[in-house]
């Protein structure tokens, strides 16, 4: 289903998803019309399943990234699971196996919306927070 001329259009398209269809050709040696066939074949299968935005965190005012780590109190998994949803702060959200349950990545302006965001999050399970450091 998908071949090797596929994943480098993959490639290319997960560092710049706005590359024009002939640009796209131009970098793998095909037509626009070939490669607007093939990402529209990508779209139809799932393979691609859709488009996003990555944006400077910092340049919004948001100066702490981390990562948190839930250990669920029994009974509650439904509970923050639904509740998860209402925090903008949240950016991912992953159920994990091992001694924890979730795995979130958070984007907070400063500490004290951290700590903030954990008091929230205690109500539900033990925290184990990590803050990012840089991007490798």
Do not use: C, W
């Amino acid at each position: 289903m998908v071949d090797s001329v596929d994943r480098q259009l993959l490639d290319i398209l997960k560092d710049n998803a706005r590359l024009s269809f002939a640009d796209l050709g131009r970098k793998i040696n095909l037509s626009p019309s070939a490669v607007r066939e093939r990402v529209q074949k990508l779209e139809e299968f799932e393979v691609i399943q859709k488009y996003t935005l990555q944006v400077d965190h910092k340049k919004l005012g948001n100066d702490l990234e981390a990562f948190i780590l839930l250990k669920v109190f029994p009974g509650q998994l439904k509970n923050i699971l639904k509740k998860i949803k209402d925090y903008p702060e949240i950016e991912e959200a992953h159920r994990v196996t091992g001694s924890q349950n979730i795995h979130l990545k958070v984007v907070v302006k400063n500490q004290l919306s951290l700590q903030r965001l954990l008091d929230e999050l205690m109500n539900f399970s033990d925290t184990n927070t990590f803050l990012i450091l840089s991007k490798v």
